[in-house]
């Protein structure tokens, strides 16, 4: 023990010369570490930015739920270009064709066609204001069926859901959200309490567990379907539409008195494997094509799909960020090289010195690699704070999400110690390899 102690000493006193050297250089010192300073300070923040996204994106899938095909009623202006192209193409502007929109007789099909899927379900939302005990707010009212809690994996904090004699007797009854409890029944017990939605009484029923910190789920009320169609006139989702030749051109019939709205906002339809999800996907187009009497108004989308194919893309997007925060500290490396190339031509006389009092080589190679390392190590340290601190005013500022990992500060600031070991040691190593003498004689 008594024999590494010297040895350790012999080291710390060149790494204090480092230190003296560098503090009585602070501001080429301060600069040189600005390179590290902010490629180790990128590399958090992006790495912060990329987690905070893929998170958000996973969120969205578990939203959307897992394995799930929706169908919703395409945008009108959307429907009436397709159906002139498509006229076009054909050339045949007469033809007349009737869309009865989309229905619960979709989904009843959907049922009967393809017993194997895992679960189907109807949707129909519409806004208005929610009212109780004296207080009221704008909200959103959800037609569900009794499958819609169980694909979107949606629990109960107290209640229960939907019973086949709510469906069936169209009763009005409702189950809200987290946020919609906090509102109106703070005080009291919300099950069992009435709650108004435009001029119709709902009985509660059940409560939502809390869903995240944003969803949409903590402030609606979803009542059964057949209650909705039975008890509200508003439906979202657009117009049906009836196309025809009028002088040659096609005519989008949209007004209230030719045609009734969709009767749904959507169908939700839940296969047991991802793997079916595309044949799925092609057999629900074209049935509801056929239905529709050849209409393309619906369009028969696979969330899941589009959200991988969207985290695919951050995923590249991520790997360029990371590759320009890379390149911010291959920079800072160069810098730091460049500057100790340059200390060791400043400093000629002062090795030559040491060298000629006895110094070893080794110990000039532990000087200079010290100051290049304590540059790395103060550059990185600083660069950690200010990239947490950067990806804190990311979130805040622009509203990204952001998350910091333990494993992102520690590989960007080893990476920042490991360049002032690669780039530190080649000066480190000519200044060395300096003849005393001639180091004593240069001015």
């Known amino acids: 023990m008594n024999m590494q102690w010297p040895f350790i000493r012999h080291y710390l006193h060149d790494i204090e010369i480092a230190f003296e050297s560098l503090t009585s250089n602070k501001l080429k010192s301060f600069l040189t570490t600005l390179g590290i300073i902010f490629g180790v300070a990128a590399v958090i923040s992006m790495m912060a930015i990329g987690r905070g996204a893929k998170q958000e994106i996973m969120d969205q899938i578990k939203l959307v739920g897992v394995n799930n095909i929706v169908i919703a009623p395409l945008d009108p202006e ?26 619960q007789k979709d989904a009843l099909a959907i049922r009967e066609v393809l017993p194997d899927v895992l679960y189907v379900s109807s949707e129909a939302i519409t806004s208005g204001t929610l009212s109780a005990l004296g207080a009221g707010r704008p909200g959103k009212m959800v037609g569900v069926d009794n499958d819609y809690f169980r694909i979107f994996n949606l629990s109960l904090a107290s209640g229960t859901f939907f019973t086949d004699v709510h469906q069936r007797e169209k009763m009005a009854v409702c189950v809200i959200g987290h946020n919609v409890r906090a509102k109106f029944f703070n005080k009291v017990p919300a099950v069992g309490s009435y709650i108004k939605f435009n001029d119709v009484w709902l009985k509660v029923i059940g409560v939502l567990q809390r869903v995240g910190t944003k969803s949409d789920y903590n402030d609606q009320i979803f009542i059964p379907i057949n209650s909705f169609t039975l008890r509200y006139k508003a439906r979202s989702g657009g117009s049906v539409f009836r196309f025809g030749g009028v002088g040659g051109m096609v005519v989008l019939g949209s007004s209230r008195s030719e045609a009734p709205s969709h009767e749904l906002s959507r169908i939700i339809v839940q296969v047991r494997e991802s793997a079916q999800l595309p044949a799925t996907q092609n057999v629900l187009s074209r049935m509801m094509l056929r239905r529709h009497q050849g209409v393309a108004d619906v369009e028969v989308t696979v969330p899941e799909l589009l959200l991988k194919q969207q985290q695919r893309s951050n995923d590249i997007f991520n790997i360029v960020l990371g590759a320009i925060a890379g390149i911010s500290l291959l920079v800072g490396g160069i810098g ?102 001639e180091s004593l004689r240069y001015e």
Do not use: C, H
Not at 96 to 103: A, D
Not at 350 to 371: S, W
Not at 381 to 392: C, D, K, Y
């Open 336 to 437: 730091i090289m460049n500057i100790m190339f340059a200390s060791v031509m400043e400093r000629t006389k002062e090795i030559g010195i040491r060298l000629a009092i006895g110094a070893k080589k080794i110990d000039v190679v532990a000087q200079f690699l010290a100051e290049a390392i304590l540059i790395s190590v103060t550059g990185g340290l600083i660069g950690v704070f200010l990239g947490v601190a950067l990806s804190f005013f990311i979130e805040r500022i622009f509203e990204i999400q952001t998350l910091v990992s333990f494993w992102s500060i520690v590989l960007s600031f080893m990476v920042s110690v490991g360049v002032g070991v690669v780039f530190g040691y080649a000066p480190a190593k000519r200044a060395s390899l300096r003849d005393p003498i």
């Open 78 to 103: 959307k429907l009436k270009e397709e159906e002139d192209g498509r006229d076009g193409e054909q050339g045949d502007r007469s033809l007349k064709r009737f869309s009865p929109g989309l229905s």
